[in-house]
């Protein structure tokens, strides 16, 4: 089984669907990768030889922010947007839809559920 990035890569699937479950990268910076390493996307996991797994680490290691470091990133560029005040900050901070979307009805999602304000007696 091929752990690259920290992160257990499923056997069964493809290695370009399977490199996708580490965060941070997707389809096509998957496919990407599989390319500059010179890998069959039609592959799978459990077919793969340490070496190219070695390969697929080296790239993945020096040429992308994934896993950990991309969190941390997020998580440091929402801090700052909600030090220095802006728009998009004030959102975050009072957990609305950041991005224009309307409030009045939806954003359920984003809001989350309403308690009702209304207390039955016995």
Known sequence: MAHIAGVELPKDKRIVIGLTYIYGIGKTSSQEILKKVGIDVNKRVKDLTMEEEKDIREVIQ????????????????????????????????????????????????RRGRRKSSVVKRK
């Open 62 to 109: 020096n040429e992308y922010l994934v896993e950990g470091e991309l969190r941390t990133q997020s998580a440091m560029d929402i801090k700052r947007l909600m030090e220095i005040g802006c728009y998009r900050g004030t959102r975050h901070k009072k957990n609305m839809p950041v991005r224009g979307q309307r409030t009045h009805t939806n954003a359920k999602t």
